[in-house]
């Protein structure tokens, strides 16, 4: 039963990526926040202290994220 269960919440935490990309495709939010959520549920780590979410502190664009297209 274990490890049907352990398949089931697998399973349920992709689906979850799926509905929160597509929340994301349909408010056209793109932020690093919302990055940071597909990451995490699309991962199969735990972190203790993703909440709370969004952390505003950690809002922008990080350097990786930058396009330089879009430099003036």
Known sequence: MADETVAQLKQKMAQARE????????AAF????????LDYFGGDEFEQNFLPWPRHGDE?????ELNAANDD
């Open 30 to 37: 793109n932020g690093a926040e919302a990055h940071r959520a």
């Open 60 to 64: 922008g664009l990080r350097p990786d």
């Open 19 to 26: 509905v929160i990309a597509h929340l994301m495709d349909k």
